[in-house]
């Protein structure tokens, strides 16, 4: 990768990302016992490096995200009650927490379960039934020595309540026990651990936990609490909402469609970052009718075992050309969503975005444009836009999504994290992309350590596209430059009726969601907090004024830097579009993710699995 498009790799500045984070809130728990009183091994004790860790770590907070600081074993030299906040969780105050951490000396014992009880009363709940990212992020330099409670059991009972709570823990040159310890508290409360075998790593693994905590994805949708059979399941009508769910759980909602118009329908679970996953974990989506009719199914993986990251199921009921099948009858539908999990993946329940939208047909007369079932000039060979990239600041989800057009783009990424952007595409329109990690420096380490970069296409409607043959979309990360190639196919009205899962959903014209991954293995690999990562956009084809057969090229409209701007507009003539759900969406917008990354640990995979039905 060129010079010019590695982004810097220090700690973000506060200001990247105003606004991000409702609900969301961090409480440091930092071991003060007297082993913090050891040299580091670079002339400095564990204690102060720890300080110079905190100080960096809350540097590098967004203004405002509220954050506290608790410590253990720093009162009195021996007792298992040696815990205490010494700074509230509150509107960040980064002279407060420094001023704290400075008057913490190593003097006890290591009371880690009740530390950790402790803090997650800490933590403020989110107001308005908001749903946020409510952290601990524990640093320790061993095992706990007071034996109850015992802090795995502590972790798992924390982990189960509630939604939004994770436990990321940091071990400050740890072996043996006191590091399995670590990784159990942090895999039973949701969360990652990190290893910190010198002071910059300590400063390096603490930039990373906190900010992936305050860049948590941003919910949005009106709250609604599906029920657990179909009898009794709420009405929707077309909008966005929030629900949870839990392992091997059911979700049913009930929903009023007429004989002809398209309907969209996802899900988007969205697990804490990191927590543990099985390859096969799964969230299915179906549509039914009538006694339990299939109208169609989709199942989205995870297909890597690194950690969670935000999952996405969806499907669409789609009248046939001649009305005939039993699924395109006026009445009463279910929309069901299943949540599958293996044996030791994350317990916890997972917020649930859902997104219902419907489509009316188009007007009377109008004859659509024929379908566009091939990628053509937006194949894989495709050559991607060059030049200087210009900076961008991913969102957290569809919600925030940055908008970006043609050109080249820069951002950082940070191990475990989503980025998201948004990409408008009119009618007769492809989205293409190139995603490129960047060459990092990497830390010293036994043996070979591979993670996953991954990236995901969806449609204006959230649904997640395939590549078709075409593109595989992940790769392996190991620090040296790596790089996807991905896209759609180009927008056509009648792509509803192919039978093709890369072709049938791209049948809207509006704005395309882009998400890029770093899997959370990158944690072990890179020395910079975060990853350099470049995107390479084109959006192929003139854009028509509408899906009906031989219509015009749109008239441009251009911004003030002259850009192309036209195909933000996801209306189009002859009454087809998106906008019954952007319509639907502005009262509280929803909805996410990935579905499905392809990535063994330490292997290629192929890529992501779905299995649709006929809808």
């Known amino acids: 990768m060129p010079a010019a498009a590695?982004?810097?790799?220090?700690?973000?500045?506060?200001?990247?990302?105003?606004?991000?984070?409702?609900?969301?809130?961090?409480?440091?728990?930092?071991?003060?016992?007297?082993?913090?009183?050891?040299?580091?091994?670079?002339?400095?004790?564990?204690m102060e490096s720890a300080r110079t860790a905190v100080g960096t770590v809350v540097d590098?907070?967004?203004?405002?995200?509220?954050?506290?600081?608790?410590?253990?074993?720093?009162?009195?030299?021996?007792?298992?009650?040696?815990?205490?906040?010494?700074?509230?969780?509150?509107?960040?105050?980064?002279?407060?927490?420094?001023?704290?951490?400075?008057?913490?000396?190593?003097?006890?014992?290591?009371p880690i379960g009740l530390s950790l009880r402790k803090a997650a009363e800490d933590l403020p709940r989110p107001a308005g039934g908001a749903i946020g990212t409510r952290t601990i992020l524990l640093i320790s330099d061993g095992e706990d020595n007071c034996g109850t409670p015992r802090p795995c059991e502590v972790a798992a009972e924390l982990g189960r309540k509630g939604v939004g709570l994770r436990i990321d823990t940091v071990g400050f040159q740890v072996r043996g026990e006191a590091r399995r310890q670590l990784e159990c508290v942090a895999a039973a409360g949701n969360g990652r651990y990190y290893d910190a075998p010198d002071a910059r790593s300590l400063v390096r693994q603490l930039q990373r936990a906190s900010r992936l905590s305050a860049d948590g994805y941003r919910f949005r949708g009106e709250p609604v609490e599906g029920a657990a059979t179909d009898a009794g399941a709420p009405v929707?009508?077309?909008?966005?909402?929030?629900?949870?769910?839990?392992?091997g759980e059911k979700r049913y909602y009930a929903v009023d469609l007429d004989a002809v118009s398209t309907v969209d329908f996802s899900a988007t679970a969205v697990p804490q970052p990191g927590a543990a996953v099985d390859t096969f974990d799964a969230l299915r989506t179906s549509i039914t009718y009538g006694s339990g009719s299939s109208c169609g199914t989709d199942t989205a993986h995870f297909l890597q075992r690194e950690g969670a990251t935000p999952l996405t199921s969806a499907l669409a009921r789609i009248p046939s050309e001649?009305?005939?099948?039993?699924?395109?009858?006026?009445?009463?539908?279910?929309?069901?969503?299943?949540?599958?999990?293996?044996?030791?993946?994350?317990?916890?329940?997972?917020?649930?975005?859902?997104?219902?939208?419907v489509e009316a047909p188009l007007d009377g007369g109008v004859t659509p444009a024929g379908s566009r079932p091939r990628y053509g000039d937006g194949g894989k060979d495709a050559v991607p836009p060059a030049g200087d990239p210009r900076d961008v600041r991913g969102g957290t989800g569809f919600n925030d999504a940055e908008g970006i057009g043609p050109g080249v783009w820069r951002d950082r990424i940070l191990p475990g994290q989503t980025l998201w952007y948004k990409v408008p595409a009119g009618w007769g329109q492809q989205?293409?992309?190139?995603?490129?990690?960047?060459?990092?420096?990497?830390?010293?380490?036994?043996?070979?350590?591979?993670?996953?970069?991954?990236?995901?296409?969806?449609?204006?409607?959230?649904?997640?596209?395939?590549?078709?043959?075409?593109?595989?979309?992940t790769t392996v990360y190991s620090g040296r430059p790596s790089a996807i190639r991905m896209g759609g196919v180009p927008v056509a009205w009648t792509n509803r009726y192919e039978y093709r899962s890369h072709v049938r959903p791209v049948h809207s014209a509006g704005d395309f969601y882009v998400s890029v991954t770093l899997g959370a293995g990158a944690a072990d690999i890179a020395e910079n907090p975060q990853i350099g990562v470049v995107l390479r956009v084109s959006v192929l084809g003139d854009e028509l004024a509408g899906p009906e057969h031989n219509a015009p090229v749109a008239a441009k409209k251009v911004d003030k830097e002259g850009n192309s701007t036209s195909s933000a507009d996801s209306g189009g003539t002859g009454g087809a579009g998106w906008t019954g759900i952007a319509a639907a969406a502005g009262a509280g917008a929803v909805v996410v993710v990935i579905a499905g990354l392809v990535f063994l640990r330490g292997r290629r995979g192929r890529a992501a699995q779905t299995t649709r039905g006929s809808a």
């Not at 929707?236 to 392992?247: E, F």
Request: glycine residues 14%; proline residues 9%; neutral net charge.
């Open 236 to 247: 929707l009508a077309p909008g966005q909402y929030l629900d949870t769910i839990g392992p």
């Open 6 to 46: 590695v982004a810097p790799g220090g700690a973000p500045a506060a200001s990247e990302a105003p606004g991000r984070t409702p609900g969301g809130s961090l409480v440091m728990v930092l071991d003060s016992s007297g082993s913090m009183a050891d040299d580091d091994g670079t002339g400095r004790t564990r």
């Open 431 to 473: 989205v293409r992309y190139d995603v490129e990690f960047a060459n990092e420096p990497t830390v010293e380490r036994v043996g070979s350590t591979y993670s996953y970069g991954a990236t995901q296409l969806f449609t204006p409607a959230r649904s997640p596209l395939t590549g078709g043959g075409e593109f595989t979309p």
């Open 60 to 110: 590098g907070l967004p203004d405002g995200y509220p954050t506290g600081l608790r410590v253990y074993g720093a009162d009195r030299p021996r007792g298992c009650a040696d815990t205490r906040l010494v700074q509230p969780v509150h509107r960040l105050d980064r002279a407060a927490v420094k001023r704290a951490v400075a008057a913490a000396e190593p003097r006890g014992d290591t």
């Open 322 to 357: 001649r009305g005939t099948r039993l699924c395109d009858r006026a009445g009463r539908y279910l929309l069901v969503v299943e949540r599958e999990s293996k044996k030791g993946s994350d317990a916890a329940r997972w917020p649930l975005e859902l997104l219902y939208g």
